[in-house]
């Protein structure tokens, strides 16, 4: 649904993001976009929603080509939604996007309250000014106006930033939901040890290209982190470890599971 082909962008001259990048986006996937500070995750999303125009190439959303922001078939939760809080509460805030797609107010007011007390935003938060909210509160408002728009695809910039671990939680119980819907997701990241239990496909921007990491091998994918000059997360540290004496895990699991997997392969391989 979304696809890049030998994208070049540069600011200037001198500042050279993409070249012949290509990307090709699987529906009911999450997509990760990993980087340096400056890389260029954030133009990636940019371009990729028609925000910026390449240089060179071409950008295809749903087999059309991409030659505006595509507003009316995905959305774009950036990360700091405040700055696009214009309502007076909580409640209403969340609620625009049904009034806009001709709901009657009461009744897109009764949905979006259903939908907000489900992402654990308390019922006297609700009318609430949006802007006093703490960072994770107002991602969960944003996160539940991004679901009732009923986007095709999502683009989240740095959607765990900021968050205590209960507010990671109800972010990848979004993301569950939305790619169980068959959604294309595309998010940039710091960090990956946040989505492993998600099965992401992960791409590293490195010398101006888009360079997709194998995790079905932890040694490869370490290798490739190494390369970018970015530190490879514990679990790929430990895996690549375990893999280089002849020994496997799932990268793919809780960090519980995860845990228990490595204890047992080392019991295994100690006997």
């Excluded at 929603?49 to 009316?72: A, N, T």
């Excluded at 405040?82 to 209403?92: A, D, P």
């Excluded at 938060?125 to 944003?142: M, Q």
């Excluded at 009923?150 to 968050?163: R, T, W």
């Amino acid at each position: 649904m979304v696809e890049l082909i030998d994208i070049t962008f540069e600011y200037n001259e001198n500042k050279q993001i993409f070249l012949n990048t290509s990307f090709k986006a699987t529906n009911g996937r999450l997509h990760i976009i990993l980087g340096r500070s400056g890389s260029g995750k954030t133009t990636f999303l940019d371009i990729a929603f028609g925000f910026l125009k390449p240089k060179k190439g071409y950008v295809f959303f749903d087999g059309e080509e991409v030659r505006e922001p595509i507003s009316s078939k995905a959305i774009y939760l950036v990360s700091d939604p405040e700055r696009y809080f214009f309502e007076k509460t909580v409640l209403e805030e969340a609620s625009y996007p049904l009034i806009f797609k001709g709901f009657n107010r009461d009744e897109a007011k009764a949905i979006t309250k259903e939908y907000l007390l489900r992402s654990g935003l308390p019922e006297e938060y609700l009318f609430r000014d949006p802007l006093t909210l703490s960072k994770g509160e107002k991602r969960r408002v944003a996160l539940v106006s991004s679901v009732l728009l009923g986007s095709q695809a999502i683009f989240l910039d740095e959607p765990m930033s900021g968050l205590d671990r209960n507010g990671k939680e109800v972010v990848l119980n979004w993301l569950r939901s939305i790619l169980n819907q068959g959604k294309v997701v595309l998010i940039t990241s710091q960090k990956l040890d946040d989505f492993f239990e998600l099965k992401p496909l992960v791409y590293i921007i490195n010398n101006s290209k888009l360079v997709e990491v194998d995790l079905s091998s932890a040694l490869s994918a370490y290798r490739v982190f190494k390369e970018s000059g970015i530190l490879p997360p514990e679990r790929i540290t430990i895996g690549a470890i375990l893999e280089n004496k002849g020994l496997k895990v799932d990268l793919f699991t809780s960090d519980k599971e995860f845990s228990e997997q490595v204890a047992r392969v080392l019991v295994d391989y100690a006997y």
